[in-house]
C-alpha cells in the first residue's frame, strides 16, 4: 500500500497568514493526489484533484501544488472559515489511502 | 443536487452484525462507482470498500476483506454494506461517496455520515 505522510500534524495560525500544508507519498502517484477540508463534526469537502486542480467554487487562495511524491497545500492567506482539518489523498493505485490530516487552528 | 444519505448505524456487540445503506439522489446513480469511507473517533479518514456501477466488480480494504460486502441496487438508488464479524476497531462514522465525474479514485460527494459502534 502507497503510504501518506502529512506535515505538520497540526499549525496554529492568525487570519491573513500564509500556510502551507505538505504531503509525502511513498511511491511515485505522478498527480494522482486529492486535498479535502473536514471541519468538526461534518463529512470532508472535495477541494482540489490533479494535485492543483481547484473545485469549482473553491477559493483561489487555496492552491495545490507538486508531483511524483511530494505535494503541498497552500492558503494565501487564512479565513476563518478555513481553520479545519485537511487531508490529502493518493488517487493512483488501489487501495486508497489518506494522509493522517493537518488540523490548522487558530492562533 | 447530489444527495446521500447513510443510515443503518447504532451498537452492536463484538462479532455482530450490521447493515448500512446509502440512499442517492440528485444524479444517476447507475452511471457511478461508489465508495465506503470511515472515520475513527478522533482519527483520519480510511477508504473502506468501493463497487462499480454496474455492482460486477467491488474492492476491498485488508482491514474489512472476508467481512464486509459492498452492494447496491440500481433501481432503489441505494447502496450498502453488510458488516459481519464486527469488532471495537471497527467503531466509526461511516461515509458513503460518490466519486468524481470519470475518475473513480477521487470522493466528490459524502454523505453526513452514520456512526457503528462495536462494543459489549
Known amino acids: 500500500d502507497i503510504q501518506m505522510t502529512q506535515s505538520p500534524s497540526s499549525v496554529s495560525a492568525s487570519v491573513g497568514d500564509r500556510v502551507t500544508i505538505t504531503c509525502r507519498a511513498s511511491?511515485?502517484?505522478?498527480?494522482?493526489l486529492a486535498w479535502y477540508q473536514q471541519k468538526p463534526g461534518k463529512a470532508p469537502e472535495f477541494l482540489i484533484y490533479?494535485?492543483?486542480t481547484l473545485q469549482p467554487g473553491v477559493p483561489s487562495r487555496f492552491s495545490g501544488s507538486g508531483g511524483r511524491t511530494d505535494f503541498t497545500l497552500t492558503i494565501s492567506s487564512l479565513q476563518p472559515e478555513d481553520f479545519a482539518t485537511y487531508y490529502c489523498q493518493q488517487a493512483k493505485t488501489f487501495p486508497w489511502t489518506f494522509g493522517q490530516g493537518t488540523k490548522v487552528e487558530i492562533k | 443536487q447530489v444527495q446521500l444519505v447513510e443510515s443503518g448505524g447504532g451498537v452492536v456487540q463484538p462479532g455482530g452484525s450490521l447493515r448500512l445503506s446509502c440512499a442517492a439522489s440528485?444524479?444517476?446513480?447507475?452511471?457511478?462507482?461508489m465508495h465506503w469511507v470511515r472515520q475513527a473517533p478522533g482519527k483520519g479518514l480510511e477508504w473502506v470498500a468501493f463497487?462499480?456501477?454496474?455492482?460486477?466488480?467491488?474492492y476491498y480494504a485488508d482491514s474489512v476483506k472476508g467481512r464486509f460486502t459492498i452492494s447496491r441496487d440500481n433501481s432503489k438508488n441505494t447502496l450498502f454494506l453488510q458488516m459481519n464479524s464486527l469488532t471495537v476497531e471497527d467503531t466509526a462514522v461511516y461515509y458513503c461517496?460518490?466519486?468524481?465525474?470519470?475518475?473513480?479514485?477521487?470522493?466528490?460527494?459524502w454523505g453526513q455520515g452514520t456512526l457503528v459502534t462495536v462494543s459489549s
Open positions: 463497487i462499480r456501477l454496474d455492482g460486477n466488480d467491488a
Open positions: 490533479a494535485a492543483s
Open positions: 440528485g444524479f444517476s446513480f447507475n452511471s457511478y462507482g
Open positions: 511511491q511515485d502517484i505522478s498527480s494522482w
Open positions: 461517496a460518490r466519486p468524481y465525474t470519470h475518475y473513480d479514485s477521487y470522493f466528490d460527494h
